[in-house]
């Protein structure tokens, strides 16, 4: 969204004047802070899944280490997640894989 008054500073430099307002985080952008391609700010694009790239990531693939959202990975125990294309490569034995290599301590 771009903003039609420009009296907010960028949340991000807080030094140039506001533009944009990030739909996904609300924080108030100048133009530098601001990805128009992506329309989201610089901070929500280092933050965002590595496999859908639309959500924000919650967690990290114990396997190959990518920024995972809740619905871009399967949950093995509380704490540690598998992404899709991990489980797809690696199949319904990825928690046995897991336990035999001590990545998942169970």
């Known amino acids: 969204m771009?903003?039609?008054l420009y009296a907010k500073n960028c949340d991000i430099c807080n030094e140039k004047p506001a533009k944009f307002v990030c739909p996904k985080c609300g924080r108030y952008l100048c133009e530098e802070h601001y990805n128009k391609r992506?329309?989201?700010c610089s901070a929500c694009v280092e933050a965002l899944c590595d496999v859908c790239r639309t959500a924000l990531a919650t967690s990290r693939c114990v396997l190959c280490g990518r920024k995972v959202c809740h619905n871009?990975?399967?949950e093995l125990d509380e704490?540690?997640?598998?992404?899709?294309?991990c489980f797809t490569t690696y199949g319904t034995d990825v928690r046995k894989d897991l336990k035999f290599s001590g990545l998942l301590g169970v």
């Open 38 to 40: 992506r329309e989201v």
């Open 2 to 4: 771009i903003l039609s």
């Open 72 to 74: 871009c990975a399967i």
């Open 79 to 85: 704490v540690r997640r598998v992404c899709y294309n």
